[in-house]
Structure formats: structure tokens, C-alpha cells
């Protein structure tokens, strides 16, 4: 492992007080305001999910309707969100085998509901449990923004999504996500990043870039490097390879940065 948080303690406080400390925080902030989204709907889910299981029985993608009223608020009030809602895990539901409740709003602010071919004899979307947004909450149990990559499910549009996991009687169920388009990703993260002296770049835990001003990492790319998983876990700073590591505070997001780059 080529990375360390330890030998190098000075350059660790160093870090704490330069401006890409800074920008990972601002960062951290504006994503953070999603991370509230969705965990507003995943705690409506959750409460949910125990009303039903209290009643003796298994949910149904009918009871879900419950959480519209909630996730409608949502993406009228956070304008980075374009579509929120919850992913049940296959086998969750009395009455479907999936099911996404699902809602985005459209240029012209309307919310409408995503509707969908989940058939696995009819569509290939059906089977949604290797995407990273699910994926990752699933095998970890923890929050992880995954992208950017072509929606094709929900919008067509190049995005992050943003999720948690949802648990019901200590089991996963599902996932609470919200979308963010990547272009109004980068309306507010660019100016930021601009402000560093040098060239830098977000990654998230699969080191997927999802902005940056680096023409070498450009937003979608794959950086290969150190274990951000493991960086994002610890939560300092780090160093690899003449490169600064910062955590977005919070987010699972991780700014690079040149070492030689900080100019305050």
C-alpha cells in the first residue's frame, strides 16, 4: 500500500488548513444536502416497512404509495435533486419480484412517476442489483455515490445517484437514492475546484471521477490508486504517489489534488 495517514504528520495538518481542505468541505456541504434527501426517505421507508411488518404481513409495491406525498416535497424543495424515491430488493415485495417508487421531476417541473418494464423476460433493466448505487449500500451498509454514468434507466442524462441502505427486522431491503444530474454537479463543484492553484479532481470510493479541472481526468474516467474505500473510511487526509488526498467530509467523495499545488 503506497498510501499512508500516519509517517507524515505535518503534512496531514498542513492539509488541514489549505484550501483544498476548504473546497472538500464545501463540497462535502452541497452534497451533504442530497445525503439529506435521501435520508429523509429512508426513514419514511423504514417506518414503513416496520407499520406493515407489524400488521403480520410482507409489504406490497401498493403500500409504497405511502411514501409519495414525502418524496414529492423533496424534489420541489432540493434543487440539485432530479429524481428520489426507494429500490426494494428483489423478493421484498408479496406482489413483485422489483420495484423502484421512483419519482422525477421533469425541465418543466412537473413530478411524474417512473414507469417501468421489470419483467426479466421482457426488459434489461429488470435486474438492477450490480449497479453501484445498489451495490455499494448493500455490500457495505454504509451511504456511496456512484456515477457519473449514463441514466438510462430513469433520464437518459449523464449523473450521480446518491444512496443508503434501507433495513427492515435487521435485513437489507432496499436502497434510498436521489439523482443528481452531473451537469448541475459541476455548476456548483467547478468553481470550487477552480480555486485550487493546480489541476484537481473528485473521486468517489470506486474512484470514479465526477468532476474535475484536470484535462487528463475528465468527469466519468476511472483513476486507478489507492483503496479510496478505505480512505473514505478513515476520513484524513492522505498522500499517494505526490498527490493529496482530502475526504469531502462526510460525503464519499475524495478531492485529489497535487501535492505541489497548494498555494493557500
Known amino acids: 500500500m503506497a498510501w499512508s495517514t500516519g509517517p507524515d504528520r505535518s503534512a496531514a495538518a498542513t492539509l488541514d488548513t489549505d ?9 462535502g456541504g452541497a452534497l451533504e444536502a442530497v445525503f439529506e434527501t435521501v435520508a429523509a426517505t429512508r426513514a419514511d421507508t423504514a417506518a414503513l416497512l416496520a407499520r406493515v411488518t407489524a400488521d403480520g404481513r410482507r409489504p406490497t409495491s401498493a403500500d409504497l404509495a405511502a411514501l409519495r406525498p414525502g418524496l414529492h416535497l423533496r424534489l420541489t424543495r432540493q434543487e440539485l435533486v432530479s429524481g428520489v424515491g426507494f429500490v426494494a430488493a428483489p423478493g421484498l415485495l408479496a406482489d413483485v419480484p422489483a420495484w423502484l417508487e421512483w419519482w422525477q421531476s421533469g425541465a418543466d417541473g412537473v413530478v411524474r412517476p417512473l414507469l417501468l418494464d421489470l419483467d426479466p423476460g421482457q426488459s434489461a433493466y429488470s435486474d438492477y442489483t450490480h449497479w453501484d448505487w445498489f451495490a455499494l449500500p448493500r455490500d457495505t451498509g454504509r451511504r456511496a455515490v456512484a456515477g457519473p454514468y449514463v441514466d438510462y434507466l430513469c433520464s437518459d442524462e449523464y449523473s450521480l445517484t446518491l444512496s443508503a441502505p434501507v433495513r427492515m427486522d435487521g435485513r437489507f431491503a432496499g436502497v434510498a437514492a436521489a439523482d443528481v444530474y452531473l451537469r448541475h454537479f459541476e455548476a456548483a463543484a467547478l468553481p470550487l475546484l477552480r480555486r485550487l492553484p493546480r489541476p484537481a479532481y473528485l473521486v468517489n470510493a470506486r474512484g470514479r471521477v465526477a468532476a474535475s479541472t ?22 484524513v487526509p492522505a498522500g499517494h504517489d505526490g498527490l493529496r488526498l482530502v475526504p469531502c467530509h462526510g460525503v464519499p467523495l475524495v478531492l485529489v489534488q497535487d501535492a505541489e499545488g497548494d498555494g493557500g
Not at 484550501?19 to 463540497?27: D, E, F, K, N, S
Not at 484536470?214 to 476520513?235: C, M, Q, Y
Open 19 to 27: 484550501t483544498g481542505t476548504w473546497v472538500a468541505a464545501r463540497v
Open 214 to 235: 484536470d484535462p487528463a481526468r475528465l468527469a466519468g474516467s476511472l483513476v486507478k490508486g489507492p483503496d479510496f474505500g478505505r480512505l473514505l473510511a478513515e476520513a
